[in-house]
């Protein structure tokens, strides 16, 4: 009787034990895992898409960021679709920063702490071939974790329509324009500091790619491409820095800004970063 009793307590523990593991933010499969935020101890969600019927890890990888306050969701289907993108032949990593989708946290508007989420993010990866994408107000998140850890195998930083500073993503400006403005006072200077890329972006070492259509998808004008170009070039830490097709390290006004991208060709956004992608490889 004592060792049918053993018996049982040890199935009961073990089955106690299995539960536990299936219900465990750690748990871990070849596309999806969970990455540890240093700096908050949030678990973040991470998945990975590979091109359809390929799975050849010596595939060079990039990792998105998604724009405002979004999550890798925006990366599941349609003109943002991450499958779209590695089907150009790339290893594709979308993941939740702390306080969204699945992960664990709390917001932080793309602040210090979600930056050092995306640290943790890019060295799961597990590559020295690695690209950043950020989209929209993903700029802040980007450009901040590459100006601070300029040591990250990040080879590029690719930029759609990223917003520069407070005036485009606090309404300080008379557009009003942003979705902070409730969030943080113009004035707040310790908050700020953590989340204007046009400061971060003229620290950043690596070749700097900035995609710009003639109407932005939130902003009244251009004139934070610009800027942002302006900074990069400016600040001398990066030796490639481009808007869309054009001359490599120029300067741009208002008055000698090029001809940009038309809308329709925004149809076909995955497409023509994986072509950039693949050119800055």
Request: proline fraction near 4%.
């Amino acid at each position: 009787m004592g060792s049918m009793k053993t018996i049982l307590t040890s199935i009961i523990v073990a089955s106690i034990l299995l539960i536990a593991c299936e219900a465990s933010p750690q748990e871990t499969t070849s596309s999806e895992w969970w990455v540890t935020n240093p700096t908050s101890g949030a678990q973040l969600y991470v998945k990975k898409y590979t091109p359809d019927n390929v799975t050849d890890e010596a595939l060079s990888t990039l990792v998105l960021v998604p724009g405002g306050n979004g999550d890798s969701s925006k990366f599941g289907k349609g003109r943002y679709s991450a499958q779209t993108l590695a089907n150009e032949g790339f290893i594709v990593i979308t993941f939740d920063p702390d306080g969204r989708g699945d992960s664990e946290g709390t917001e932080d508007y793309n602040g210090f702490t979600q930056q050092d989420g995306l640290k943790a993010v890019i060295e799961s990866a597990d590559s020295d071939s690695i690209g950043l994408v950020t989209f929209s107000y993903g700029i802040t998140m980007g450009s901040g974790v590459l100006a601070r850890y300029p040591e990250l195998p990040v080879k590029f930083l690719i930029d759609w329509e990223g917003p520069a500073d407070r005036n485009d993503t606090g309404g300080c400006d008379s557009a009003n324009t942003g979705h902070l403005k409730e969030v943080a006072d113009c004035n707040d200077e310790a908050f700020w500091a953590e989340r204007e890329a046009l400061t971060f972006i003229s620290q950043i070492e690596v070749p700097y790619l900035r995609l710009q259509s003639e109407k932005d998808h939130a902003q009244p004008d251009v004139s934070h491409a610009i800027a942002m170009v302006n900074a990069a070039v400016r600040g001398g830490k990066t030796t490639w820095v481009r808007l869309n097709d054009e001359v490599v390290n120029t300067l741009y006004s208002s008055e000698t800004l090029p001809e940009l991208m038309p809308d329709s060709e925004e149809k076909d956004l995955m497409e023509k970063i994986g072509a950039y992608a693949q050119e800055l490889f």
